[in-house]
Structure formats: C-alpha cells, structure tokens
C-alpha cells in the first residue's frame, strides 16, 4: 500500500499525559497537512509542511501542539498535557506539492480519546 | 475565518434515486472546489473537483454544478446506490492549498 499511512491508529490516554502521532506521506509528496475532525464535523485544518518547512499554523493549534517534519518525510504531531477537548481523529494528507489545487490524499487518520 | 456552509446534514434516498448536496461559500476568490467521500473510519477520500471557469463537471455518476455568482455549488450523484452511503464534504482550497471543508452530509441510500 502507497498510500499515507498514519500511527498510531487509535489513542487512549489520561488527561494531561503527552501522545504523539506519526505520519507517513506518499513517497516523494513534498507537502504535508494536518487536520483535525471531531464528530459529525468537517476536517479542520492545523498546520501544513513543504518539505521541512512548516508554513503555516492553525489558530486551532495551542502552544500545547507542536509538529515537526524533520528530513522532509515523515511528520509527527505532539500534544502536551491533552485536555478533554483533543479527543478527535487527527488527519493527515499530503500532495505533490509545488502545483495549487492539486489533490490532497489523506490518511485513514488517528483517534485520539482523552479520559 | 472563511466558512463554507453544507446542507442538508443528511440525506436519505431510494436506490436509485438522485442524491442533491449544496454548499456556499462567502467572500473572496477560491479557485479549486474539491468534494470528499468519507466512509466510517476512514479518511476522506476526493471524489470529484472543479474550477471556477466552467459551470459544471461529471464523472461518471457525480457532477458537479458551479455558480460562481452565486457563491454556490453542489454535488449530484445519480442513480443512488448503497455503497454510496457515506459522508460527504465539499471543500475551498485557500492559499498553500489548505481546504476548508463543510460541516459534511450523512447520505443513506436505501435498497
């Protein structure tokens, strides 16, 4: 399967611990985005990656947040002292990049619930 | 923040029947609306696309209407059938490509 693969698929944890979620783009897609979807809700967008570079934050990502994509492939996405609220399936997607309106191909996503 | 808004929230069709979802958008120039199909527990995946300079796109069972004065489009999916049965979100793609997507539709075609 090529397609983006993310990890883990779901996440239990207890308010205030910290959770991490890894996702792999389609090989060689230089952009990369996340987003959140809470129930019966369109995904939201939190930040996106060209390359290495994070160019651009979501308000909706607190300073608790905090995404890296280190070499330009892989990008986790960390959240400190998870609140209540977090509990939503996190989405990542990627494109070729480079080219507006090209398609953004999305993971099958991470369900976090906070307890 | 730009919104789009969807309707109707769901949606439920004989099969074979036409599935109708509208959503309209305010403001500024978008030049990419993308509609997603999403099934439970998975990721949205893009079923269908169009830009501003044509009023209107088919694949296959799918079209897409543009109107671009009206801010509106919306998704047809004719001849319903039960693997259609999803959630749908139509989409505006704003600078660095992010989308901004619709509150999503519940479709249910029934057999």
Redesign the interface.
């Known amino acids: 399967d090529t397609g983006?693969s993310q990890d883990p698929r779901h996440k239990i944890t207890k308010r205030g611990q910290n959770v991490t979620f890894r996702c792999d783009p389609i090989s060689e897609h230089n952009?990369l985005?996340w987003?959140r979807q809470t129930l019966?809700?369109?995904?939201?967008?939190l930040t996106?990656f060209q390359n290495e570079a994070q160019?651009?934050k979501s308000r909706l990502l607190s300073d608790r947040f905090s995404a890296e994509r280190p070499k330009g492939s892989f990008s986790t996405l960390e959240i400190q002292r998870t609140e209540q609220g977090d509990s939503a399936m996190y989405?990542c997607?990627s494109?070729p990049g480079f080219l507006?309106?090209?398609?953004?191909?999305?993971?099958?996503?991470t369900r976090l619930l906070v307890l | 923040q730009q919104q789009v808004k969807q309707s109707p929230q769901s949606l439920i069709v004989q099969k074979g029947g036409i599935s109708i979802i509208n959503c309209a958008y305010e403001n500024t120039a978008f030049d990419y609306f993308p509609w997603y199909q999403q099934f439970p527990g998975k990721g949205p995946a893009l079923l269908i696309a169009i830009r501003p300079d044509v009023s209107e796109k088919k694949e296959g069972r799918f079209t897409i209407s543009f109107n671009k004065s009206a801010k509106q489009f919306s998704l047809h999916i004719m001849d319903s059938q039960p693997g259609d049965s999803a959630t749908y979100f139509c989409a505006i793609k704003a600078a660095g490509n992010k989308l901004t997507f619709g509150g999503g539709t519940r479709v249910l075609v029934k057999p």
């Open positions: 983006v952009r985005y987003y019966g809700q369109g995904p939201e967008f996106y160019l651009e989405l997607a494109t507006e309106g090209e398609t953004q191909y999305f993971g099958p996503g």
